[in-house]
């Protein structure tokens, strides 16, 4: 059966060729069953769940990597939008196989039990899920996960933030000592801390005095309480917003604030000309290619599969010169290359130092100072969150490099979190 599948795979490519020789481009199917002309197809489909819709940055981000995957390789994308975190993930997977995709991507961490529920009962489909952290611990032949160095776009986007602060402190709208930012995140998971941890890092790079609060929804999407964390941050007296989390709640609150904004996940400067600064994503398109390539050729996908800056899964939008401090893309760019040759690191330990509350933790070795020397993270997952790897040498903390999903989860120094409940 294997050996069938195969074969089938490689006169699947083959076809594919032949049809890019031919011009041929891909159709786009949304679940309701609506079709496109059959000229305009290759016989693959490849199916996408998503959590939310195009109304939700974060999926949005996904929807539109998955169709620029696809029309460039030629092949039928048929997506599941607003599917939960829960049981019908796993139906709409099956839905999916018995539309006959031969790859199904799952967009959200909290799908990921149900994708490899799926995957165990079809063998012959291969299964691809973005931030999760099991592939490579159940070991399935048709199972993977996928994510990307974010936190190296979240510190470049740091890098603008920063400046900015400068150039009010500059202007004399507020003291050095001042430079407080605000970050509403959606839950206290290692994702969400590597995130606004490395923003700040980045601020902090070439805004030596500031701080910064952090705030939490506990929801990945929910508008109203991302506009109200907002607003508390700004009422807190931050002079600068950012976030993890995927409405326009945020950016639209510092617009009508006029305070500047990092937002996430794409440009909001159409809706926020006067306050949206630079944002940065991930950039899902060139994992789509290979794992469809590789499905298509029948050929192995990587277990746990990390995009960087230099595959180009990690990128800003273009600066808005309008909010942001003059010589930013300059800055970022400068930083961006540095990280790029392995000169500067993001979580670099000389550059920071760890709290209190987070000293007495059994798998970090910290000195009298706060400075980390030593961290066990859990990267091979288990019911137990069992620390099992060294991710501290050569002096910095090695993210992502171990498993995709990020796994730094300390506290440092400058970061007053306001909540922890999520």
């Not at 048929?78 to 829960?86: A, M, R, Y």
């Not at 500059?170 to 923003?199: L, R």
């Not at 059994?362 to 019911?383: C, E, H, I, P, R």
């Amino acid at each position: 059966m294997k050996l069938s599948k195969r074969i089938i795979a490689v006169l699947l490519s083959v076809l594919f060729v032949v049809a890019a020789f031919a011009g041929c481009s891909a159709g786009a199917k949304e679940d309701t069953g609506a079709d496109t002309s059959a000229a305009e197809k290759s016989d693959v489909k490849i199916g996408f769940i998503f959590l939310h819709d195009e109304n939700s940055t974060y999926d949005l981000n996904f929807i539109n990597a998955a169709k620029a995957a696809c029309e460039n390789l030629g092949v039928e994308m048929v997506s599941k939008t607003n599917i939960p975190e829960g049981q019908e993930c796993y139906d709409a997977a099956l839905d999916l196989v018995d539309q006959g995709c031969s790859m199904i991507f799952a967009d959200s961490f909290g799908h990921e039990d149900y994708m490899i529920e799926a995957a165990k009962k079809n063998p012959d489909v291969q299964f691809c899920h973005a931030t999760g952290t099991k592939a490579h611990t159940e070991s399935l032949d048709n199972f993977h996960n996928a994510f990307a160095s974010i936190y190296e776009g979240r510190y470049l986007a740091g890098v603008a933030a920063g400046l900015k602060l400068n150039e009010m402190i500059d202007a004399g709208k507020f003291k050095a000592e001042e430079a407080k930012m605000g970050y509403i995140g959606a839950y206290t998971y290692a994702e969400v801390i590597s995130g606004y941890t490395s923003f700040y890092l980045g601020a902090k790079s070439v805004c030596p005095t500031v701080t910064m609060e952090v705030t939490f929804t506990g929801s990945w999407y929910d508008e109203t309480a991302e506009k109200e964390a907002a607003n508390k941050l700004i009422s807190n007296g931050c002079k600068l917003i950012s976030q993890h989390a995927d409405s326009m709640g945020a950016p639209t609150a510092c617009e009508a604030a006029g305070v500047p904004n990092v937002s996430y996940n794409g440009s909001t400067e159409s809706a926020c000309p006067n306050t949206f600064i630079v944002s940065s994503r991930i950039d899902w398109t060139p994992y789509f290619e290979y794992a469809i390539k590789a499905t298509m050729d029948g050929t192995e996908i990587e277990d746990d599969w990390t995009g960087t800056l230099k595959t180009g899964s990690v990128v800003l939008t273009d600066v808005n010169e309008k909010a942001a401090a003059k010589g930013t893309q300059e800055a970022i760019d400068k930083a961006k290359a540095d990280l790029e040759a392995g000169t500067i690191h993001v979580f670099d330990t000389s550059t920071f130092t760890v709290t209190k509350s987070d000293k007495a933790n059994v798998n970090a070795t910290v000195d009298k100072d706060g400075k980390l020397s030593s961290y066990k993270a859990d990267v091979d997952s288990d019911a137990n969150y069992t620390a099992d790897t060294e991710a501290v040498s050569d002096g910095y903390f090695h993210e992502s490099e171990y498993r995709s999903a990020p796994y730094f989860d300390l506290q440092i120094d400058g970061i007053k979190l306001l909540d922890t409940k999520f």
